[in-house]
């Protein structure tokens, strides 16, 4: 399958060239977007220097400031999928995703599944040296998602994840206004309700190791409360509409 890795960076020269590495070694034939919000650190820079020197496979988005997760990741399906790509790749920068299970994720995908998601929360997956706090309120905050929206999926709010082209294109992307992890969760929720397969893949989720997490407990909540405004809206207000509405700004 032709795929395209997206990794949306902000303040990342600590890390895009690791990220980049081990991409490379883990799929030699993916071709690697860079989406970053304005980096001061000149992360753009680090980036287009690294595909310079390695052959090329490596775009780099350009954005003035920072617009938030989902946006990145919205640009670059719509890239990815004006470009003509089978397979698009939701990674992370800060090396707490592994690039060695980007095999894994696109073979799902290929072998028939609408989207791949990098586990935590099943057999094989792990999450070492994390606080039981953050273990608790991530997996409360999942099953919640998946009990209230009738998500059968343990891990809907990682970001780790691989989807293919036909489900993608036929999600309307502008619609899908959440940022963070409301915006993982959305995605699996416009998959599931357009009869989309959805399987997860085991991965090991390592803490970020340089720079500073963008991660917030308001993000946490936020996205707990869409959770919950999907619910009533499609449950109660727009029963057996299969085409989701934009979430309230």
């Known amino acids: 399958m ?5 990794l949306p960076t902000y ?12 991409v490379r070694a883990a799929v030699p034939a993916a071709e690697v977007l860079v989406v970053d919000d304005g980096s001061p650190d000149g992360t753009a820079d680090l980036a287009e220097r690294w595909g310079a020197d390695n052959g090329g496979q ?3 988005m350009r954005r003035a ?33 592994d690039p060695a299970a980007l095999p894994d994720l696109i073979a799902a995908v290929a072998a028939g599944a609408d989207l791949a998601i990098g586990s935590r929360y099943v057999p094989g997956g792990s999450i070492p040296n994390w606080p039981r ?17 009738g998500l059968p ?31 993982q969760i959305e995605m699996a929720y416009n ?22 997490s963008k991660m917030s407990g308001r993000i946490v909540f936020e996205a707990l409360g869409l959770v919950t405004w999907w619910a009533v ?12 509405a934009p979430a309230p700004s």
């Open 65 to 97: 400031g920072k617009s938030g997760l989902g946006s990145a990741y919205r640009a670059g399906f719509a890239h990815g999928l004006a470009e003509g790509f089978d397979a698009l790749i939701e990674m992370d920068s800060d090396l707490q995703h």
């Open 133 to 149: 706090h953050r273990e608790w309120l991530s997996r409360g905050g999942n099953r919640y998602a998946g009990l209230i929206l």
């Open 191 to 212: 998959v599931m309700r357009r009869g989309g397969r959805i399987v997860e893949v085991p991965i090991r989720f390592s803490d970020r190791q340089r720079g500073t």
């Open 233 to 244: 809206r499609d449950r109660l207000l727009r029963r057996g509409n299969a085409s989701p």
């Open 153 to 183: 999926v343990r891990d809907a709010t990682a970001g780790f994840r691989c989807y293919g082209a036909p489900i993608l294109s036929s999600i309307d992307l502008a619609a899908v206004t959440a940022d963070g992890y409301g915006f």
């Open 11 to 22: 303040n990342e020269a600590e890390n895009i060239g690791e990220v980049l590495d081990r």
């Open 2 to 6: 032709r795929s395209l890795v997206i």
């Open 58 to 60: 490596v775009r780099v």
